[in-house]
């Protein structure tokens, strides 16, 4: 969760909502604790490596939908990477001489993507023990820039008169979810847990409320440092830029490398993950045989989405990438919430907080698409795209593989446990 969301989209998001970004990032945390308590009673449930794939499948049932459905979440994945690559590639650049030209950005996008397509197909090594270093660096970075941008903070540039209208706030929503959207890769952890019903909803709510208070105090650092037209002047290494007041220019190299660092790591693990998932869909038929043909150390899924990752960074901007992972996952997690309302009594879960948990998704998702259908209209028949290009997909695949995906967990006593 605190990689690319933090360090690409304070810098979209205070684009749209201006000095008020922090609201949307508390609009955007609620939103997640609301689809957080839904996963968490489904994965206590439904303890699985499949995650919200398994939970479909027990709300829905097997078929075309579900299927549909699970391809969606592969593409979101997708989108999402591309924007950790175009981080990586923003960043990169703001290192360089300022006599750079534009396209190294995407040079470096491209590069760093391709790099760890290598890496995996050279052979994947245990990177947990490096991994919890590299997360409590970035974060121990951040909050510094966050501790040190308050102190300096000039009270006038987040005083609320300089916040544009609510609805703008609200439009930036889209953009904020995003930015903690990984905390629904803890349900892929829960087959593994000795207390799911416990551990599972404690570790999504912690990590949404840490994160959630690090957005928020870095959202103050930055705007209380610089001018909103600087901010989006910048907006693609704001947080680099805000380290400027306080630290000087060895802050700006120090925040960015940190980007770099933390955007580096995401999509080698990010990869390692989407290979596994892609070879277990293709296992099951819901993607087509090659994804699961070993190539090298890994599966040829990983040269595939590598590809993909590729063509959505270069084909869009962080804030179409942003919006359209966003809508993408809400509708996945809309649809999760729907399906959890007909399970309700076997999960032990309050229905008022599933409904609100829906009610916040749909009104997310029609707020992004209100925004979109004004500024990036692009966005919808790209939206549209993945829904034909998954349905249709599907369809052929159940066709030629007469396969469905099927429950992984087996029916069980309900659960009563209070998340």
Known sequence: MIGAGIFAL??????????GVYL???AGGVIAMLSAYSLGKLG?????????????????????????VSIMLYLSA??????????????????????????LKD??????????????????????LIERVLVGAKFLVLVILAVAGIAYLKPALVAPSTYPPAAAIFNSVAV???AFEGFRVITNTAEDMENPARTLPRAMFTAIVLVLGLYVAVSFAVFGSLPVDRVIATKDYALAEAAKPAFGAIGFTIVAITALVSTASSINANLYAVTNVTYQMAK??????????????????LVISGILIIVLALLLDLTEIAVLGSISILMVHGLVHLGHLRKHKETGANPGVLIAALLASLVSIALAVSFVIRHTPKIIYLLVVFLVVSGGLEWLLQRISGREITARTPQSEPSNTDA
Not at 10 to 18: N, V
Not at 44 to 68: D, K
Not at 284 to 301: N, V, Y
């Open 10 to 19: 304070l810098g979209e998001a205070g684009a749209i909502a201006g000095s």
């Open 24 to 26: 949307s990032f508390i």
């Open 44 to 68: 206590a449930r439904y303890p699985a490596a499949g995650g919200i794939v398994e939970y479909l499948v027990q709300c829905f049932g097997p078929g075309w939908f579900t299927g549909t």
């Open 78 to 103: 997708s989108v999402a990477l591309s924007l950790i690559a175009k981080t990586f590639g923003s960043y990169g650049f703001s290192l360089l001489p300022g006599t750079a030209p534009e396209f």
């Open 107 to 128: 040079v470096l996008a491209v590069a760093v993507v391709v790099f760890f397509v290598l890496v995996n197909l050279a052979g994947a090594k245990d990177v947990a």
């Open 176 to 178: 904020t979810f995003f």
């Open 284 to 301: 099951d038929g819901e993607l087509p045989k090659p994804f699961g043909k070993p190539i090298g150390h890994s599966r040829e899924g």
